[in-house]
């Protein structure tokens, strides 16, 4: 895919929390292409559309395939999220188009056989600045089991016209959730 610098894959694998085994072990996994901001350099843009029409899909189709392939099957993947992180030299608005459209979302649940919203984080900043990638259960939103977030950063990115794009999913629930079983929403009596 054109624009593309480099693609970068962070994955953590938890084994022990809180002094206990995490059988299984929980694995996350990130998934980032840093690429060019398609916006950047240029006077204010009124219609982002086009530029969104020319990426979206096929950057969804990219990240989501990799994602799975560092899985090994969908079926390892129980949650799912995503992020942006658009360089100095971008707007925010910048980092919301590269992932708010269903070109971009639904090559996405379809390689991992979800069906929730894909929860987001985007942001601004320069190399080295956090990706946080928020994930939910990639069929039920509601299963609090599954709220998880995922980080990384690279060293060099995002340059001041560049945009960081990443999708990230989880193999299981946290380890040892304790929230999820109870309506905790109901006022405190």
Known sequence: MRGIRKIHVATEEIRLEAGRPVEPPLITVIVAAVMQNPWAG???????????????????ALLAGRLVDEFGSSDAVEAYGKSSV??????IEHANAMVHTLMFGDP???QVDGASTLVFANTRGGPGAPIVVPMVHKREMLERTHYHTAQTSIADAPRAD????????????RPFPRIGD??????HR
């Open 162 to 173: 560049e945009v960081v794009v990443a999708v990230a999913g989880a193999s299981r629930s």
């Open 42 to 60: 240029r006077p204010f843009v009124e219609d982002l559309h086009p530029e969104i029409l020319g990426f979206a899909h096929d950057l969804g």
């Open 86 to 91: 658009v360089g100095v030299d971008g707007e």
């Open 182 to 187: 109870r309506d905790l929403d109901q006022p």
């Open 108 to 110: 996405i649940r379809a």
